[in-house]
């Protein structure tokens, strides 16, 4: 007979290891990167109600369809319990192996697989309210205090907007202001062997160069765009021993504070958030509540698969090296060749980064009050992948290197 307390130990038995398996992993790699909340944007609500289903949520629902077995079969319901540990013990350490083998020590993961079987059927057989994972309990609750409350997640949980824009100096002459920040755009791709922008692979560049001041030797001053971006709007150095965020709470003073009330904005930012809600808010809700909430989901089962798998298991998955989001893209099996700029976002597997400048151009409307027109977008951005006239070349998905890390065999 299955009684109250063997159903109290069987819920702790999942939530612990879910927690040691498959949460605290999430949270602790997380917590290294909140730039995966940045660029989504995420609120603080958001943030906790990640951190709640990842604790308690999902393996809550394991439990649940646990019981509802057991309404129909004791034995059903006992083989699913030892099914269940059984995975997240394997979920558990399967990690390990990465690191003692690599992707070559399949060996020593069937090696684990069997002990992990064997050491579920035992542990089954002696647990008593005594000898049971219960003393591991404040674990489940521990990580994502852990999480919430250190640096620098702490910042997006807890946030306060520091400046206010009615604090902005008064603009004597507001004109229209219109900014494009390309990602990794190599100036050397842009120019022939007189250094002077190719007119002829780059024509428009070229036109905007001779009506224009081009600051020749003007670069970013860091590498990554979550460093270089808040630079470029604030005018300041980056300080990457503080840790800062991209987004309003960090950088309170840009170049959208400055503009303040007396400027509209048409704002796309992607993986920063610069510009504060109170001038944004409308702008950064692309999504509703539900698409949000999905794309977090698939995002973080592929970081927790690549975190999971060995690279030979893995290399299959969306590549994480060129965003902070959207890692999950449709796959075509068909693609036309001959698909000219304004039409390629029907055929985008990444993402849909020339669909995303012609939106934003074709949005630049005259306005009675002065705008400032803003966009980051992911183009050129490894991998290069495009023609002058806006083609794409042919890759072969399967050609090492192109997609990431773990396609070179590395974890």
């Not at 992990?116 to 089954?124: E, F, K, N, P």
């Not at 309003?248 to 704002?267: A, C, I, K, W």
Request: aromatic share 10%; with cysteine.
């Amino acid at each position: 007979m299955h009684t109250r307390t063997d159903r109290l130990l069987d819920s702790l038995d999942i939530l612990i290891l879910w927690s040691f398996a498959v949460a605290q992993p999430l949270f602790s790699i997380l917590s290294r990167n909140a730039g995966f909340f940045s660029a989504r944007g995420s609120r603080p609500g958001e943030i906790l109600l990640l951190a709640a289903a990842l604790s308690l949520g999902l393996p809550l629902i394991l439990f649940l369809i646990e019981e509802i077995i057991g309404l129909t079969t004791a034995s059903g319901r006992r083989l699913f319990h030892l099914l269940a540990l059984a995975v997240l013990g394997e979920m558990l350490l399967l990690p390990w192996t990465k690191k003692v083998a690599g992707s070559a020590g399949l060996f020593l993961q069937w090696t684990l697989l069997l002990a992990v079987v064997l050491g579920t059927l035992t542990y089954a057989r002696i647990r008593t309210a005594r000898r049971s994972l219960a003393f591991l309990s404040p674990a489940v609750l521990i990580f994502p205090l852990i999480f919430l409350l250190t640096a620098p997640v702490n910042k997006l949980v807890f946030r306060r907007e520091g400046v206010s824009s009615s604090d902005s100096p008064r603009i004597g002459n507001p004109v229209p202001v219109v900014m494009v920040v390309f990602d990794e755009l190599p100036l050397p791709s842009l120019l022939n062997e007189n250094l002077e922008i190719n007119a002829f692979r780059y024509p428009n560049f070229a036109t905007l160069a001779g009506n224009a001041n081009w600051y020749r030797n003007a670069t970013s001053v860091a590498e990554g765009t979550l460093n270089a971006v808040p630079s470029i709007l604030t005018g300041c150095y980056p300080s990457p021993n503080l840790q800062r965020l991209p987004n309003s709470v960090d950088f309170p003073r840009s170049l959208f504070t400055l503009l303040g009330h007396q400027y509209n904005r048409h704002v796309r930012e992607d993986n920063t958030r610069l510009c504060p809600e109170s001038l944004c808010g409308e702008a950064a809700q692309k999504f509703s509540r539900y698409q949000l909430l999905r794309q977090v989901g698939s995002d973080l089962t592929v970081i927790y698969l690549h975190y999971l798998l060995p690279a030979a298991w893995s290399r299959r998955l969306p590549d994480m090296t060129n965003s902070w989001k959207e890692f999950v893209w449709k796959r075509r099996k068909e693609q036309k060749a001959g698909v000219q700029l304004g039409h390629y976002h029907d055929l985008m597997e990444w993402k849909d980064r020339p669909g995303e400048f012609t939106r934003f151009v074709d949005a630049i409307r005259p306005s009675s009050m002065p705008m400032l027109h803003y966009l980051h977008v992911l183009l050129p951005h490894a991998p290069w992948e495009y023609l002058p006239t806006g083609q794409r070349y042919t890759l072969d998905h399967d050609i090492r290197g192109v997609k990431g890390i773990n396609d070179q065999g590395v974890d």
